[in-house]
C-alpha cells in the first residue's frame, strides 16, 4: 500500500483504474484475488479524502 501511495496522487488515481479493470499491478502481484480487492478498496477510501483534487504531486 505504502508503496503506491508514494508514487504520487495521479499515479494513485491512474493505479486505481488500473485495479478496477483487473490489471496485477507489480506492487500487488503476490496478493491474491481478494488481498488485491482490499487494496483497491483502501486506495478509493483514501483517495476519496481528496474528490477530483490532486494537492500534492510527488516530483520525479
Known amino acids: 500500500m505504502e508503496q503506491l501511495c ?3 496522487c495521479s ?3 491512474e493505479d486505481i483504474k488500473r485495479l478496477t479493470a483487473g ?3 507489480p506492487e500487488v502481484r503476490d496478493l491474491d484475488l481478494d488481498g488485491r480487492a482490499a487494496v483497491l478498496k483502501e486506495l478509493q477510501a483514501i ?3 481528496y474528490g477530483d ?3 500534492i504531486e ?3
Open 6 to 8: 508514494l508514487k504520487g
Open 11 to 13: 499515479s494513485v488515481r
Open 23 to 25: 490489471v496485477v499491478l
Open 47 to 49: 483517495m476519496a479524502v
Open 53 to 55: 483534487a490532486c494537492p
Open 58 to 60: 510527488r516530483s520525479g
